[in-house]
């Protein structure tokens, strides 16, 4: 095989590939896709049910190998914070479709399966969180107007007091400046009475 490809050669055998190996899974096809309109290179992926993707891609160093490699849910693909490795495995772009098909099945599938189903986890978790750190805010919001609106997504009060809501919406940040030290001594009061309850 010639090793100095171009772009579009090595998507088209990418595809090819794809295409052959989606034939021998029902549930699952060969797609081309783009990171972004205006860019020319694609990403060849082998989707399957429940948001499942394989990427499909030769390596431009030795196009006699093709390296398949388990995607992140949608939308989450190069979020490298969830410590969750990318399952992969390579072949012979000469081995027979079924053949890598199944030594895909085999050597993939578990632990990409597996590491999906952490990400799509820590997802749900993340979406959650900022869920209930919106309903606090707002809750905020709406039992103390002073505070005015809220910026920065979790942010509430100007000057001498501002509140800021933490991730998850247990917690929060409160800074007072240049306050009368009668309401210091009230906010601590009521801090160090929760905290002895705690």
């Known amino acids: 095989m010639n090793n100095d490809l171009s772009t579009r050669q090595k998507h088209d055998r990418e595809f090819g590939l794809a295409e052959l190996i989606a034939s021998q899974w029902p ?13 020319p290179y694609e990403s060849v992926e082998l989707v399957g049910p429940n948001g499942h993707r394989i990427d499909v891609s030769l390596d431009w160093r030795n196009p006699e190998r093709v390296e398949f490699r ?4 949608q939308g989450y ?16 772009i000469h081995r027979n479709p079924s053949v890598i098909s199944k030594d895909i099945a085999r050597r993939l599938m578990p632990g990409y399966l597996t590491a999906f189903a952490q ?11 900022a869920d209930n750190q919106a309903t606090t805010v707002e809750a905020l919001q709406t039992a103390f107007p002073a505070l005015g609106e809220v910026y920065q997504g979790n942010k509430l009060g100007r000057w001498p007091l501002s509140l800021t809501v933490s991730y998850g919406g ?20 009521a801090y160090y009475k929760e905290q002895a309850n705690a």
């Not at 388990?70 to 849910?73: A, D, E, F, R, T």
């Not at 914070?81 to 012979?92: A, E, L, M, Q, Y």
């Open 77 to 92: 693909e190069h979020d490298d914070s969830w410590g969750v490795d990318n399952p992969k495995i390579t072949s012979s």
């Open 70 to 73: 388990g995607v992140y849910p």
């Open 170 to 189: 247990s917690s929060g940040t409160l800074e007072l400046h240049s306050v009368p030290i009668e309401i210091i001594h009230s906010v601590l009061d």
């Open 119 to 129: 990400v799509h986890k820590r997802m749900t978790d993340r979406l959650k969180a």
């Open 27 to 39: 549930e699952w096809t060969a797609t081309r896709r783009k990171h972004r309109p205006d860019e």
